[in-house]
């Protein structure tokens, strides 16, 4: 099918990205169910496999190879990671990922008692052989970091070889840049961008007010992450004002 091209809408930047990135969560996905969001391919640039899920799914291999088919990079989630620090084994995971198939490995800290120092000798040697997505923020509700803090952390972590840097907000939206009724807490959103540069930042964010509010501060290549796989389109429609949420920016963003 050839896609319509009649409407006015928001330009964005082509795949391979290094910016406007939409991040999914894998959170223990089949391989049909694989193919079928791969049918959106188009619109996914990382691919995440969330929580533990790597290490137990009997079909990872299978689902590495359709990711690398159509060009979405793989990343091995950042708890699986630090549960393994927690044990020493870092560094064991960091070569069965490599074995398996992973080219990108998140590193983070928002689980284990990890200090910075640990988190950026981590990230360093994890940089030795993927693409690295750091993580900051916790995922407890009674830690929360200074704005100060978020932006020293960020800019720690990429002078220590993070590609990106994912700004926590969990499945639920309710921590690390958010509240805990899911609004966006404005100035730890400004001292991320601060740390790091907005193109450099992946908001996590699940929920739809998130994003939009997001795509309005940033615009349509705004990175989002924790998108749950079978809402791609979804959050594509948000980016080009083809919901009611941000329809607006099918006039706002488009080019002069």
Not at 68 to 88: F, K, S, Y
Not at 236 to 254: F, N, P
């Amino acid at each position: 099918m050839t896609a319509p091209t009649f409407l006015s809408l928001p330009e964005r930047s082509a795949k391979p990205r290094t910016v406007g990135l939409t991040h999914v969560l894998d959170k223990g996905t089949t391989v049909e169910s694989t193919q079928s969001v791969l049918t959106a391919a188009a619109h996914i640039d990382v691919w995440k496999f969330g929580w533990g899920t790597a290490y137990l799914d009997t079909a990872l291999t299978a689902k590495l190879g359709l990711l690398r088919a159509v060009g979405i990079r793989a990343c091995l989630g950042g708890t699986l990671l630090e549960i393994a620090w927690t044990q020493g084994k870092a560094e064991q995971c960091l070569e069965w990922a490599a074995e398996v198939g992973f080219d990108s490995v998140e590193v983070s800290r928002g689980v284990a008692p990890m200090t910075l120092a640990d988190k950026h000798e981590l990230l360093r040697r994890a940089a030795e052989s993927f693409v690295v997505l750091s993580e900051v923020g916790s995922k407890d509700h009674d830690q929360v970091l200074t704005a100060e803090q978020w932006a020293d952390e960020v800019a720690g972590d990429l002078a220590a070889g993070a590609r990106w840097v994912i700004t926590e907000g969990r499945e639920s939206g309710t921590v690390g840049i958010y509240r805990t009724d899911g609004s966006i807490r404005e100035d730890v959103v400004a001292a991320a961008v601060a740390g790091g540069g907005v193109d450099k930042i992946l908001f996590e964010a699940p929920r739809k007010d998130q994003q939009a509010w997001l795509i309005r501060r940033f615009g349509p290549d705004v990175n989002l992450a924790n998108s749950p796989c079978d809402e791609v389109l979804s959050v594509e429609t948000v980016r080009l004002g083809l919901r009611a949420d941000t329809c607006d920016l099918s006039r706002r963003w488009q080019p002069a």
